[in-house]
């Protein structure tokens, strides 16, 4: 069983279509980030949020934590085909002292 | 200038081949971090140097030997490599791995193929 469970593992929609993958576990964290990695590079951060309940926007894209700190989501409106890449989840855990990512969760989005 | 760069991009060696990957950090971050990463699987994290003092071993077979000479820059020795460890490895760096919560940053990885 792994720490930071993603779902759904793998997501193909059409251009323009809304969409959620969320980043789930039983272990409450202090903080967790979200990364996106394209094909052939390496992952890069998209957003860290750290409070309970907490919503950030980034243009098309809103993450929210959970109340208990223990799961997350991302939505993403209107998706485009730039969107398309593999979502990894990565968090401390409370008290923790390493990073731990998500297995991801790879989107394709056709035009 | 891209802040962590790998090289080489792909690697294609034998079982009994010795090679080396290199990874070298723009950034001026003092943390350096080795991760495997396969189909399907977490980021599997292998070693992390801090201030070019390794802080992490994360149970790696012998047949994988890192080098951190300096805070900007990391090996990976290969020696004797099985086919089960074909994989991306992705080098990543931070400012301090004592933060566990910094974002970190990472290259773009060695594609690694083990005939």
């Not at chain 2, 992390?48 to 992490?56: G, H, I, M, P």
């Amino acid at each position: 069983t792994q720490l930071l469970e993603q779902s759904p593992q793998f997501l193909s929609i059409q251009e323009g279509e809304n969409l959620t993958v969320y980043c789930n576990s039983s272990s409450v964290f202090s903080s967790l980030q979200w990364y996106r990695q394209e094909p052939g590079e390496g992952p890069v951060l998209l957003v860290t949020v750290v409070t309970g309940g907490e919503v950030k926007k980034l243009k098309r894209l809103t993450f929210q934590f959970g109340d208990a700190r223990k799961d997350s989501s991302l939505h993403i409106t209107a998706a485009q085909t730039g969107d398309t890449g593999l979502y990894l989840c990565a968090g401390v855990r409370e008290y923790g002292n390493k990073l731990v990512f998500g297995a991801g969760t790879i989107l394709r989005v056709k035009s | 200038e891209t802040g962590v760069t790998q090289t080489p991009r792909h690697l294609v060696m034998g079982m009994t081949n010795k090679k080396s990957l290199k990874c070298e950090q723009h950034l001026g971050h003092n943390a350096m971090y080795w991760y495997k990463q396969s189909a399907k699987k977490p980021l599997e994290l292998m070693f992390v140097y801090n201030f070019k003092e390794q802080t992490e071993n994360n149970s790696v077979p012998s047949r994988f030997s890192p080098e951190c000479p300096n805070s900007s820059h990391l090996f990976l020795h290969l020696h004797t490599l099985q086919p089960e460890d074909s994989a991306l490895y992705l080098c990543a760096s931070s400012q301090d791995s004592r933060y566990s919560n910094q974002p970190q940053h990472f290259g773009d990885g060695t594609r690694l193929s083990i005939l």
